[in-house]
């Protein structure tokens, strides 16, 4: 069983402010211009199989509780509803720059974009959200040109490499170099728990043709067909390889499984929860 951990550089800590229990990673603490956590599922007025932090109005939940929770959520990261821009999450590698005429998509007012996986803004006093519930998310941040990006990174998004695509378009976007970046794996399903088809492991085979990064990656558990991934590994390696120092990459260390009572997991349901969120933005000077 993995569990945060409250070192300094590897893992997340664990708060609570008005009643809402949510993870931060020190190193962006520090950052008093960065607005950011992981929310658990705790402090929400959600019920049943939602109970009580759900974050998504696409899963049956009444969405006058949902809109609650988002309330609550603003009050933590000290902005508004209005603030919040979301992803449209389809297991893409597409990328949105976000700009103040996005505020309140996703939340209070409909999308005008599909296929969105990742976000990246300079824009002060927005706070780009996505979603998860087992998947990746990939936090970003350029002290130097004040930019952030989020990304969700499942296995598909994980073997086209998210975490590069991300790099990449903060470098063509802001001038971002790599070695400049703060960046942070958030809590998701762990190796010990996540096992995939043969297809999968193969298309990992190929995109990490290095035979450590594979052993390192992959277990097989029933010859030729099972194996166990692990994902949060693979972005930690996405990212070394686009250049981002070892010691600017952060690592919740939490398996969303593990600790299905604390955080939202698709596969410790069944298919029957909400949806955690991950929150960055810059706030207003």
Known sequence: MQEYKNEKKQGM?????????FLAFPAFLER??????????????SEDC???????FTRG??????????RRMAGVLECRPEDFVCSDQTHTTNIRLVTKADGGKGVVREKD???????????????LVTFYADCVPLYFYDPV??????????????????GEKMVDAMKEVFGSRPEDLLTAVGPCICQDCYEVSADVAEQFEQAFPDRRAQRELLTETVPGTKYHLNLQRANELILREC????????????????NAGLLF?????????GNLAAFLGLRKS
């Open 13 to 21: 800590v664990r708060q609570e402010k008005d009643g809402v229990t």
């Open 32 to 45: 008093r211009e960065l607005a950011h956590l992981f929310s658990t599922r705790l402090g929400g007025v």
């Open 50 to 56: 939602f109970s009580t932090m759900n974050l998504s």
């Open 61 to 70: 939940d009444d969405p006058d509780r949902v809109m609650e929770n988002y």
């Open 113 to 127: 974009y599909r296929d969105v996986d990742g976000l990246i803004t300079k824009e002060k006093g927005l706070v």
């Open 145 to 162: 040109q004040g930019a952030v990006g989020l990304a969700h990174s499942g296995w598909r998004g994980t073997v086209a490499r998210m």
């Open 243 to 258: 250049s981002v120092p070892t010691e600017r990459i952060f690592t919740a260390n939490l398996c969303t499984c593990c």
């Open 265 to 273: 997991s698709h596969r410790a349901s069944k298919g029957k929860r």
